[in-house]
């Protein structure tokens, strides 16, 4: 299965890109990133997914980890999630707390 | 119909979503049933793998006239997934509780779910219809 996440640090922002599929076989690589972006104290992280083709709960999870580490004042912004990827995401009621964007 | 026994490794869910990819091509399933086959299909082995002591896994499926469907078995002890399901919300915002999670993305991804326990095998079995209504599509 093929994936891979990638992130660079800005400052007091982080961007993680993720291409392929997330599993729980795979999510330990993204799960990883969020981890190392969340111990640089970052106070924005951007999580681009438009070419993420596959999303299960294994995913979901490293998404509400960032979410509880980075706190109150901190934004997270998934970016370019489409199609069944997107509906995943509002089905488990992420949106809800996850600003979501074409781009 | 047709049957994959696997190790109950995360290792596997690769070949698990070979099969189920090619079971929905022969079903010939829209790309967003598929795709809900497979999330669901995943949810319930990755389940099973992390959380049982189940040591195999046998996945059946097969090609009906209006549904293509799925059964999950195991050998492990007797779980009812949906007993998880009960008073289950989505995420909520800010820690809200995530144990359950991908047994309810399993169950709102399917048309059909059931489970039985047979003669010690814990069947989990479900369906997704090969030409959805329009409501269901457009929930998705």
Redesign the interface.
């Known amino acids: 299965m093929t994936f891979t996440a990638s992130l660079s640090l800005d400052g007091d922002s982080a961007a993680i890109s993720l291409e392929g599929e997330l599993d729980a076989s795979t999510a330990p690589k993204f799960h990883e990133k969020v981890a190392e972006a969340v111990e640089n104290n970052v106070a924005r992280l951007e999580i681009y997914a438009g070419r993420l083709t596959y999303i299960s709960s294994a995913g979901l999870r490293s998404l509400l980890y960032a979410q509880q580490k980075m706190g109150t004042g901190s934004t997270i912004a998934l970016i370019g999630a489409t199609g069944p990827v997107a509906s995943v995401i509002r089905t488990a009621g992420l949106d809800r707390s996850i600003r979501m964007s074409d781009r | 119909m047709e049957q994959l026994t696997i190790p109950a490794s995360?290792?596997r869910?690769?070949q698990v979503?070979a099969f189920i990819t090619t079971l929905g091509d022969r079903g010939n399933l829209t790309?967003?049933a598929a795709?809900?086959l497979?999330?669901a299909t995943?949810?319930i082995v990755?389940n099973i793998?992390?959380h049982t002591r189940a040591d195999q896994i046998c996945i059946r499926g097969g090609v009906a006239k209006d549904k293509v469907w799925v059964e999950v078995a195991n050998w492990g002890p007797m779980f009812d997934p949906r007993v998880k399901l009960k008073n289950r919300?989505?995420?909520?915002?800010?820690?809200?509780e995530?144990g359950g999670?991908?047994l309810?993305?399993a169950f709102?991804a399917v048309d059909e779910f059931a489970y039985e326990f047979v003669d010690g095998i814990n069947k989990t079995i479900f369906s997704v219809r090969r030409d959805p209504p329009p409501g269901k599509q457009q929930r998705?």
């Open positions: 995360l290792t869910l690769g979503a790309s967003q795709y809900r497979r999330l995943d949810e990755t793998m992390m919300i989505p995420c909520s915002p800010r820690g809200g995530i999670l991908g309810f993305l709102e998705r």
